[in-house]
Every structure is written in structure tokens, then in C-alpha cells.
């Protein structure tokens, strides 16, 4: 892996900062769109706890790799693709700590504001994304083809009979 330019980390920087949700691929599987913050030069994101966003479909381990997709906040595009490093703090570090801060102030309707720190520390995994490569795809570099991927497998259906406690609509002669 090369280093990323400082036009790379500035395009990665400003698009993590603002994008709601970056889009994260781990080592198998599909990727999953994620809430973050940008926090010390990294994504970081909290999960896999009651109530919190799913991440044990990413695999993600401290050490690994993955690839975070950010895009436009105008458009809504793919706006750059990059590779990165994983890191898992232990949550007794100052590090963990800070991050867990910025998280904190980031995280909607949470049902325990002031105890989330604890909670996330005891249920929860956070990982920092870390840029650890030039970015595989940015602007004047994206790919011609299709990248749509089919919708994963789900339980959810909208085509299922109507209960038959609701009202019929009839329509008019």
C-alpha cells in the first residue's frame, strides 16, 4: 500500500466530516452504512451493543482491514473510496476516551445519555478507521462500470396480504 497524498487525507478528512454516514466493507461480506465522527485523523465508530449499530457482518478486528466509501453530501455519490487500517482501543485509554466524547455528543435519542460511556465501554466495540492507503477511487479516478450490488436478503416484504383487520378500500363504480 502507498501513502496517501495530503490532497488524499484532506479529501478523506473533509468528506468523513461531512457525510452522516459513511459506508464500511470489512474483510467479507457486504458493506454497511455506518454513523461516525471524524476524530484524530480517523473514522470512528461505536456498535455491536444493545441498541447500537449492527458491525459483526463487517468482521472487523483490531489490526485488520477495511474499505470506508464516503459520499457527496450534495449529491449523494460516491465521492472517494479508501483503505483502511482497524484499531480497537481498549476502553480504559485516553484515546478511547475522546473518541467515546465526540461519539457521545454524535449519538441520537440515546436512551441513557449519561451513562453511555459506561455502557458502550461494558456492551459495545468502538474501532477507529484509520487511512492507510491512497484512495482506490476519488474524483477523476471512478470506475465507468456499474458498481450496484443486489439487496441483501431480508425477512421484510411489502408483499404480503392485507391483515384482515384493516379496512378494505373499494373503488368507485
Known sequence: ???????????????????????????????RPLWHVWHDGAVWVVGDGPGEQPLAGLRLTDGGTATVTCRSKDKGGRLVVWPARVGEPAPDGDAWREAVAELRGKRLNAPDAEALAERWAAECRVFRLAPAGEPSQRPGSMPTASLAA???PTPASTRLPTPSGLPVRRRKA
Open 1 to 31: 500500500m502507498t501513502t496517501p497524498t495530503a490532497l488524499d487525507l484532506a479529501l478523506i478528512e473533509e468528506s468523513a466530516k461531512k457525510s452522516a454516514l459513511v459506508w464500511v466493507r470489512g474483510p467479507q461480506g457486504p458493506a
Open 150 to 152: 443486489p439487496p441483501l
